[in-house]
């Protein structure tokens, strides 16, 4: 089992940074990949980065040059820098981690999710 906690929401300008942490806990040694997603009020819920445990990333376009994601496996903690923040940026955020579980001898894909935080872009 994989649980996960966030924290670094909040509220800031237009043009400010944040920084999201995501702390996974359980058994963080079967996590393959991690990844940010999105959902602003009235829309789907959308991908704005992934990480591989070898550290392979990809980015929505719409952040590409301004988040990055980074993640440290022995720990199980993955992190979201983002800067020069924009208004479309405000949602909450989630956390998500793919990982191996086992049952009756058999391995199988598993997803677990944070609770969400919400950024807001203001001025």
């Known amino acids: 089992q994989v649980q996960l906690v966030e924290s670094g929401g909040g509220l800031v300008q237009p043009g400010g940074s944040l920084r999201l942490s995501c702390a996974a806990s359980?058994?963080?040694?079967?996590?393959?990949?991690m990844g940010w997603y999105r959902q602003a009020p009235g829309k789907q819920r959308e991908l704005v980065a992934t990480?591989?445990?070898?550290?392979?990333?990809n980015y929505a376009d719409s952040v590409k040059g301004r988040f990055t994601i980074s993640r440290d496996n022995t720990k199980g903690t993955m992190f979201l820098q983002m800067n020069t923040l924009k208004p479309e940026d405000t949602a909450v955020y989630y956390c998500?981690?793919?990982?191996?579980?086992?049952?009756?001898?058999?391995?199988?894909?598993?997803?677990?999710w944070g609770q969400g935080t919400q950024v807001t872009v203001s001025s």
């Open positions: 998500n981690a793919d990982y191996r579980a086992s049952s009756s001898g058999y391995v199988y894909p598993r997803s677990s």
């Open positions: 359980g058994s963080i040694s079967s996590i393959y990949a």
């Open positions: 990480i591989t445990s070898g550290g392979s990333t």
